[in-house]
């Protein structure tokens, strides 16, 4: 999953440190933004769930100020494979 963080203005926020976790299956996971303000989250795999929700915790990095207001969390949706057999 990708994570984008912007300021007030819109503007991609590079170097900021996101930290969050999964709902199911879920320790603290973290990432660095890169000069987009982006960064990929990957849950790794997650069984005996058809769905989670990722919850930031925490954006962190030099003069940034973290507005929980703003956070929007995004709720993945999995679907399990089937083996043909």
Known sequence: MTISVVDSNNLAVPNAT???GFSVGGSNLNCTTNNLGQ???????IKSATQTTFNINNISGSNLTMQPAVIRSARL?????QSLE
Not at 77 to 81: N, R
Request: hydrophobic share 35%.
């Open 18 to 20: 996101v930290t969050g």
């Open 39 to 45: 960064c990929q989250i990957n849950s790794g795999t």
């Open 77 to 81: 949706l999995f679907t399990a494979k």
